[in-house]
């Protein structure tokens, strides 16, 4: 329709500015602000459900005290009760206003054509409920939520005491509507749960709404969890358990932006569900693809368990990993208690990222979603204070099953590897009356039964043993054991656990070593002395990790006698910042003779020394000297790159845009998944032009300039070019003259353009003709700003002539 035009006034930009600065004070308020659910000082009113049904609005409430008494607004809030164990056929109904609501001990169940027991309206309505005691909300019609949040309100729920002792039980029809969320046909609001145990489910089979979000055809919009134990059950049925429902044609774009913070998780979906445990529900094939782009899910902690109606475990997403916050990919693992304790004892998980307060299900699993990597991971049994550890690897590019196993472990795995040294590096033989040195080999590589590398001397110990009696190792070194036997002499070791360390117990004996008789001693070979080159510094073999750098080094082992001849099969040892511990590796041979390569992981911002060591032995009957080459650097990590501004593109086309880019930077399509094989591209110029409507990732590239090594910065996701809906033209006349060409928009989005009149014409106010949008002109400047555009437009312009 015809919109009235709007001309720029000084008072209306100065508003602009208060309410900037408005907005900015709301802010600091609302992080200084205590939170929802600690009482007021002053009384809320109670209201007596078992009295009527409920009315909350902005500054107004209907419903009556316990005493039967007609209620009057509080500001304070209000404790909603009934004094009444039964259940009511009476709701709650709250539309407008920021609300602090307690729901203590009701129960609440509505017929076929009833309303939704508790029902949240009009956008704009906040509520903070706190619950207390244990609640029931049932609802019999089934194009109605059980607790009814509407697009555009906000629901947060904790408990009166912080704990996940209160109920809250939502149960849906099993029809249209969620369970907690959107009615029929309706997407959710915003729902933040941070306490409280909630159990969101359906009576009945063939639901098309989720458990939590979206009714049928819904998006899921914002659901955040940041604590508590949250149950949603949507295995009889086309939805979500948390998430968008059921719909053939998708959400009218719409979002769905999950994000779990922590607590315990637990959902159920379909066995043969093509759609997602927490994300988007079932929907039409050809609509997968954009439901997805529409669809958020990050996980940065919680212990998150999601099952299929065999009560198997299942994927969260559908052929796809979910992501943290950082944009890594992250794997399902299941984390085992070696000795199982029982379903539901209380533990507390901490691990690299993350930590979480939980109850063990499935027989002493605990269920986190881990990055690529090696994860160290703490189990306290918080009852007994028993500790658990455990390393659960997680491989690149997924895997074959629904999660991966690890074990969280109190005892040694490791048992000792002896080996022998003498003089002659070609005698590893015990003989009477010669001087040899025994030794623990895998002395620095022991772990538990969780896979977790253990610290010698602080949670094992070598124990020596000559036949069965117990004795000390080596004073300098107890990993070594310095002997001069006598024929039949039987030596052996095992590892102990050391006193407040993270084991207990110890492990099986090693292979024994037993004297032989004398031996004649050999004559020594002379040595060659060796060098190692390096051939390769700082050669990126994979795409950089933002979260920690790696280097790979190629070097060459050769004699260093002026021949130059490579030593092949050699062990050659890579030190990384003066751990004992190194890895090994063989040089090759044939067209790779001498030549070895290995990558140094895990290079966290900071200084860094690598040293790699041969420590000498024989290759093809020559025996070659040491050699070694040590560098250091400096490890930096830039933040993202933010100030992104983008122009949306139309279905179909590639004519969006990416500004605030430089060449410093490359990007990806979509969110990025560390580890797999994306396509990365490097920015040209200072836009990224041909942009398709799509979500884009950008962030510093990696270098290395020999001292500095600069890893590439996280992403910055979610800088999306959005899908334009509508075109504005402006129609050339003979009294304008228009320079900014037609332009693409987003659905009640913004376009400006510069116009200005012809000589001999003026532009006034009723020479514009706009349809389908507001708008506003700038007569000094020629700037003409549409907004809340609603359909394809063009704009008319006929200038007054000047008489």
Do not use: C
């Not at 090994?584 to 860094?608: C, M, Q, W, Y």
């Amino acid at each position: 329709m015809q919109q009235q035009s709007k001309l720029r006034t000084a008072s209306k930009a100065g508003g602009a500015k208060l309410a900037a600065f408005v907005g900015v004070i709301a802010l600091l308020l609302s992080l200084i602000a205590p939170a929802p659910y600690t009482s007021a000082q002053t009384p809320k009113t109670t209201l007596d459900l078992s009295k009527g049904s409920i009315k909350i609005g902005n500054g107004t409430v209907t419903g009556k005290t316990t005493a039967g008494v007609a209620a009057v607004y509080n500001a304070n809030g209000y404790v909603i009760t009934s004094s009444s164990s039964s259940e009511t056929v009476n709701t709650v109904t709250i539309g407008g206003g920021i609300n602090d609501i307690e729901l203590k001990n009701v129960k609440i169940s509505t017929g076929y054509n009833g309303l939704s027991p508790i029902s949240i309206e009009n956008a704009g309505t906040v509520v903070h409920l706190t619950l207390s005691g244990t609640s029931l909300l049932t609802s019999g019609n089934p194009k109605k939520a059980a607790l009814g949040v509407a697009e555009g309100t906000e629901l947060t729920i904790g408990t009166v005491d912080g704990t996940d002792s209160h109920i809250l039980t939502a149960n849906g029809y099993g029809g249209y509507a969620s369970a907690i969320g959107g009615n029929e046909a309706a997407a959710s609001g915003t729902i933040t749960i941070d306490e409280g145990t909630i159990n969101a489910k359906f009576v009945r089979s063939g639901n098309y709404g989720a458990a939590i979000g979206g009714g049928q055809g819904g998006a899921g919009g914002k659901i955040v969890i940041n604590g508590g134990a949250v149950t949603a059950e949507s295995y009889g049925g086309y939805a979500a358990a948390i998430g968008g429902g059921n719909s053939s044609t998708g959400y009218n774009g719409k979002t769905t932006a999950i994000t779990v913070n922590g607590g315990t998780v637990t959902t159920k979906i379909p066995n043969a569900a093509a759609y997602d445990s927490i994300g988007y529900g079932k929907v039409g094939s050809s609509y997968t693809a954009s439901i997805q782009g529409s669809t958020s899910v990050v996980i940065n902690g919680g212990n998150i368990v999601n099952r299929n109606d065999s009560n198997n475990i299942t994927a969260l997403l559908y052929k796809r990993q979910p992501v943290n916050e950082e944009g890594q990919a992250l794997y399902a693992a299941g984390i085992k208690l070696e000795d199982a304790p029982a379903n539901g004892t209380a533990v507390d998980v901490q691990y690299e990222g993350g930590s979480v307060q939980t109850n063990l299900v499935n027989s002493g699993y605990v269920y986190l979603f881990l990055p690529v990597g090696a994860n160290d991971v703490a189990i306290t049994r918080e009852a007994a204070e028993t500790v658990y550890y455990g390393t659960v690897n997680i491989v690149e590019g997924g895997i074959g099953s629904s999660f991966i196993p690890g074990i969280a472990s109190r005892t040694i795995k490791s048992a000792p590897v002896l080996t022998v040294s003498n003089g002659d590096p070609e005698d590893a033989d015990l003989n009477e009356g010669k001087t040899s040195v025994l030794a623990v080999s895998n002395y620095h590589e022991v772990v538990n039964a969780g896979g977790y590398l253990l610290q010698p001397g602080t949670d094992y110990a070598v124990q020596w043993y000559k036949g069965s009696e117990p004795i000390s190792g080596d004073l300098e070194d107890e990993a070594t054991l310095t002997v001069t036997p006598i024929e039949g002499d039987v030596y052996k070791a095992k590892f102990i656990a050391v006193s407040g360390g993270k084991v207990i117990g110890s492990t099986s004996f090693s292979a024994v070593k037993t004297a032989l008789a004398p031996k004649e001693g050999g004559s020594s070979i002379p040595s060659v002395p060796a060098k190692l080159s390096v051939t390769s510094e700082a050669e990126f073999t994979r795409q950089p990790d933002p979260t920690a750098g790696a280097i790979t080094y190629t070097v060459k082992l050769t004699s260093d006698d002026g021949l130059d001849t490579p030593i092949e099969g050699a062990t050659v040892r890579f030190y990384q910042d003066g751990s004992k511990y190194s890895y090994t590796r063989v040089t090759g041979t044939g067209d790779k003779a001498g030549v070895i390569s290995f990558t140094f992981n895990a290079l966290l911002p900071g200084e860094h020394t690598i040293r790699i060591v041969y420590e000498g032995g024989k290759s093809k009957a020559v025996s070659y000297q040491g050699a070694s080459y040590s560098k250091s650097f400096t490890v930096v990590k830039p933040e993202r790159p933010s100030g992104f501004t983008t122009i949306a593109a139309k279905t179909g086309t590639t004519n969006g845009k990416i500004y605030g880019v430089d060449e410093s930077m490359e990007y990806i399509t979509w969110i990025p998944q560390i580890g797999t094989n994306q396509q990365i591209y490097s920015v040209t110029g200072n836009v990224i032009e041909n942009a398709f409507p799509s979500l884009y990732s950008i962030r510093y590239k990696a270098s290395y300039d020999g001292d500095v090594y600069t890893i590439a910065s996280d992403y910055r996701y979610y800088v999306w070019v959005q899908t334009a809906q509508w075109t504005v033209t402006p129609v050339a006349s003979d009294s304008v003259v228009w320079e900014t060409a037609a332009v693409d928009v987003v659905a009640g989005g913004s376009a400006q353009f510069y116009v200005h009149a012809q000589d001999g014409y003026e532009i006034q106010d009723g020479d514009i003709q706009v349809k389908y949008a507001n708008y506003s002109y700038d007569s000094e400047t020629g700037l003409l700003s549409l907004d809340t555009i609603t359909s394809d437009t063009r704009i008319v312009i006929n200038a007054t002539r000047i008489e």
